[in-house]
């Protein structure tokens, strides 16, 4: 069926009023949560052969994220999608004000290929549980995630309600051209422009999760051999080819000798010798990224790794040192297994060369006493922080995720999820049994007197 069929399919769906009811999408999310893990072992599959991603890798950073948070959606929508009550001005006494969650109606989500089941669905149950009908775009650098992502929506649910679009260039203009209520983005910022452009035309809200070269700070007290660790997990987990990977390290002077012995000593340890060997280690997505990632080497020292394999989709774990700030490396966000070190003088030079750049997705920031935390949180900004920690600040409900200025803008997981797909839309109810004279003309001086008593 054409894209515009299942458009028009989706719009009256949505007409009649069929996905409002709290129960409904409760069970239909439920659904969802019972094929996702049916299919584990299929969707295990399909992204090891997409990336290399082992089973573990794969359950840990897809699967688990999305029925953790399927779980928690399915336990607080009716509380979520319940009315409240808002507050109400004394010049509109005797009233009550109501708040209602509303659907957008029709949404476009387009997913990105480095965590391809993940940020697909992440968004998608988001408007599900909002009310929502959805037309998915899967990435397809990844086709085999997509093609087992179109199984298991079609598996629950009707193409009036949900449906997966699979294709190229041709398909998201194809999309982009129809009038959507909102469009839900993850990608680059190409890509973003691209969807930005098309929504204008229709005045359709967007949510843009883009990237950006994510500073990692390690302050002179911080613990090395930790920060190490966790700096080395963070950066090289889907073989660096995540958005809110640490994308270089400032690290102080007087732990610059230190910092990257125990670094290289941490990729030995998780990868072993030759981690081209290790089932550990993904691949990277295409060819043509081992090219672009080779290229992005010039330019600056190799401390350790520098292996590239086109042909097996293969760039080696890679700590670089760039002779310059205006190294190749340096100049955009890497999206890949290359690590640079430089040196900081001090937490206000690190401060100073985060704040000249584009606004990050994120910011690391290693240090034991912490006694600096609150001038780089006050000194900088990012979509988000972690504190002695890498990339783990995205899975907790409770904390929006999203982008700010170049990185992006709008958020969600948790409750922001289900917030980001939902209009708030305010009713105000006048009683009739009282109607205070005060506003009506003529505007007489005991009027003015009143005003004046209520402070206006």
Same mark, same amino acid.
């Given at each position: ?104 109606? *029709?949404? /476009? ?5 480095? &965590?391809? $089941?993940?940020?697909?669905? +992440?968004?998608?149950?988001?408007? #599900? @549980? ?42 998201? *203009?194809? /999309? ?5 209520? &909102?469009? $839900?983005?993850?990608?680059? +910022?190409?890509?973003?422009?691209? #969807? @930005? ?260």
């Amino acid at each position: 069926m054409a894209l515009k069929d299942i458009l028009e399919k989706q719009k009256r769906f949505f007409s009649e009023g069929k996905t409002l009811d709290p129960a409904l999408r409760k069970q239909y999310l439920k659904n969802l949560q019972a094929e996702i893990r049916k299919r584990n072992k299929e969707i295990c599959s399909a992204l090891y052969s997409d990336l290399g991603k082992c089973e573990f890798e794969a359950r840990t950073t897809e699967i688990g994220i999305i029925l953790d948070e399927l779980s928690a959606m399915t336990r607080n929508l009716k509380r979520y999608a319940a009315p409240r009550r808002g507050a109400v001005s004394m010049l509109n006494f005797p009233a009550k004000g109501v708040i209602y969650p509303e659907p957008y109606g *029709n949404v /476009l989500i387009f997913s990105a290929w480095n &965590y391809p $089941f993940q940020l697909l669905f +992440s968004p998608f149950l988001g408007a #599900v @549980a909002a009310g929502n009908c959805v037309i998915l775009k899967p990435a397809e650098q990844a086709p085999a995630t997509a093609e087992i992502s179109r199984r298991i929506v079609e598996a629950v649910f009707p193409e009036e309600y949900a449906a997966v679009c699979c294709g190229g260039h041709d398909t998201t *203009n194809e /999309l982009l051209a129809e009038p959507f209520d &909102y469009i $839900f983005y993850t990608g680059g +910022s190409g890509g973003a422009e691209i #969807v @930005a452009r098309a929504a204008a035309e229709h005045f359709t809200p967007t949510t843009l999760e883009l990237g950006g070269k994510s500073p990692c700070i390690v302050d002179a007290d911080a613990k090395i051999d930790l920060a190490a660790k966790r700096i080395v997990w963070g950066k090289f987990l889907n073989a660096g080819q995540t958005c809110v990977a640490p994308d270089y390290i400032l690290v102080h002077k007087s732990v610059k000798a230190e910092l990257p012995e125990r670094l290289r000593y941490w990729i030995r340890r998780f990868y072993g010798e030759d981690p081209e060997h290790s089932p550990d280690y993904p691949r990277i997505i295409n060819e043509k990224h081992c090219e672009r990632l080779k290229a992005l080497l010039a330019g600056s020292e190799i401390l350790s790794g520098g292996t590239v394999h086109p042909g097996n989709r293969y760039v080696e774990p890679t700590l670089l040192r760039p002779l310059s700030e205006d190294a190749p490396v340096m100049k955009q966000e890497i999206f890949g297994p290359l690590l640079p070190v430089l040196e900081i003088e001090s937490l206000d030079e690190a401060i100073a060369f985060v704040t000249r750049r584009p606004k990050p997705l994120a910011l690391y920031y290693f240090s034991n006493g912490l006694r600096d935390l609150e001038k780089l949180l006050a000194r900088t900004s990012s979509g988000g922080v972690a504190v002695n920690e890498t990339v783990t600040h995205i899975i907790n409900p409770g904390l929006p995720f999203g982008g700010v200025g170049a990185s992006g803008h709008g958020a969600y997981h948790g409750r922001k999820s289900f917030d980001t797909f939902t209009h708030y839309k305010s009713v105000m109810i006048k009683s009739h049994r009282i109607d205070m004279p005060l506003r009506y003309p003529p505007n007489l001086e005991r009027n003015l007197k009143m005003l004046d008593m209520l402070g206006q």
